[in-house]
Nanobody
Framework: QVELVESGGGSAQAGGSLRLSCAAS????????MGWFRQTPDREREGVAS???????YYVDTVKGRATIYEDNSKHTLYLEINSLTPEDTAMYYC????????????????????WGQGTQVTVSS
């Protein structure tokens, strides 16, 4: 049974850092595309970080230079670290699993996730 469980969110001050984790089970992470996306009540869903089929990393412009996505296959966990947090990073963060790449030619093109977790809330105060 596929399961994705996000954790690591919370409240942070602007300028701080958070590391989000996505514990994956029930599938081989290397056989699928995974990524992080976020959503707030007043903004559209936004892809934050993922890899394309060439394993080139994509970051949304608003986190580029501040975020790192990586995976530890031995722990079956996907991570997203964001540094220099800003209030604009406030959102519910989700990790998703897809059979197709979410990113093509440097553009987030698909939210066609077949599984995603319950999300972890990040709240950044100024």
């Amino acid at each position: 049974q596929v399961e994705l469980v996000e954790s690591g969110g919370g409240s942070a001050q602007a300028g701080g850092s958070l590391r989000l984790s996505c514990a994956a089970s029930g599938f081989n992470m290397r056989s699928y595309y995974m990524g992080w996306f976020r959503q707030t009540p007043d903004r559209e869903r936004e892809g934050v970080a993922s890899w394309d089929s060439a394993r080139d990393v994509y970051y949304v412009d608003t986190v580029k230079g501040r975020a790192t996505i990586y995976e530890d296959n031995s722990k079956h966990t996907l991570y997203l670290e964001i540094n220099s947090l800003t209030p604009e990073d406030t959102a519910m963060y989700y990790c998703g699993l897809s059979t197709t790449e979410c990113v093509e030619y440097g553009i987030w093109t698909s939210y066609d996730f077949i599984y995603w977790g319950q999300g972890t809330q990040v709240t950044v105060s100024s």
